[in-house]
């Protein structure tokens, strides 16, 4: 019982600990896919705005070179903070 609990709690922090340890490539498209699975629950008048910013995102990671990936990065955590707090009802 103790070994099944320390497991699970060992792959757990793993998991949650794994993007601060990933590449700044694949932060980029880890951030674009957390978008992607928002997008049911992005509010009606964010839609546009959330569009552009990934077009603008995807664009950036197509560079290939590090500032695009860096832009990418900026992009999309600005996209992620932005529906965070509308879905707290403050912007």
Request: glycine residues 6%.
């Amino acid at each position: 019982m103790k070994r099944s609990v320390l497991f699970g709690l060992f792959v757990t922090a793993s998991m949650l600990a794994s993007p601060s340890f990933a590449a700044e490539k694949d932060q980029c498209a880890l951030n674009l896919k957390t978008i992607e699975n928002a997008k049911a629950q992005i509010p009606p008048e964010m839609t546009d705005q959330v569009a552009d910013s990934v077009e603008k995102a995807q664009a950036d990671q197509a560079k290939g070179t590090k500032q695009g990936i860096d832009d990418c990065i900026a992009e999309t955590n600005q996209t992620i903070q932005d529906l965070k707090n509308a879905s707290k009802g403050g912007k």
